[in-house]
């Protein structure tokens, strides 16, 4: 909420830059905290249908976030809108602190417990390789910055289409999340992300191509399957 309140306030680069970065230090630990949610409440054999549940409806988010932050935009500026969507997360803090309740504390007696060593988790070797999978994202995040360049010096389109190659991208997103988190719950888990990965390729190279279409089409095969396979290797 801070973040974004001085986003809206800030007057120089380097003031929204500091902002911007308060706020995605929020954001992200917010994510993995959903995450870490999902993971130690939703039975393993349904986990990977609940991972592809979330990330459809993080696409969901990004689809008619686009079109409500343009509208915000226009009607009360790009200052207003930041601090709206300020005042959005705080009311989401409020729902968290007064909705929810943690677990009853367990009878056994604070000083009796052994005490945990926090930095026992990086002990495991999976936890060091976990960031390194989350890269199987990164072609997907680089589409969705360079499809407005790409559009506009490339293709000579406009950037209303270059907006609706990322909007149609994520709306694909929203289909490819449910069903690779259910070939996930019923095949192997880690064959089921190598072939995810591997269609990649093929997209990778056709968003070279110089026809519009292919382009959209292999920009949104790209940023979904990149999209459903951050969420499967939570």
Known sequence: ???LVV???AQTYLQGIAARTLWLIGYRLAFI???TAVSITVPSRWRGK???LLGALTALATVLGSGFSNTMQGLMGWRLSMMGFGLMTLIGAAVMTLGYR???AAATPTAAR???NPFSAFKVPIVWVIPLLGLSNAPGFAATFFVPAVVHGQLHGSAAQASA???AAYGVAILANPLCGWLADRFERWWVLAGMCVLMLPACALMSSTNLYVFAGAT???VSLGHASANQIY
């Open 1 to 3: 909420t801070v973040g």
């Open 7 to 9: 986003v809206g306030l």
């Open 33 to 35: 905290c959903v995450v």
């Open 50 to 52: 609940s991972m592809g």
């Open 102 to 104: 943690g677990a009853q």
């Open 114 to 116: 052994p005490r945990r």
């Open 165 to 167: 190659i990322i909007a």
């Open 220 to 222: 949104a095969a790209l």
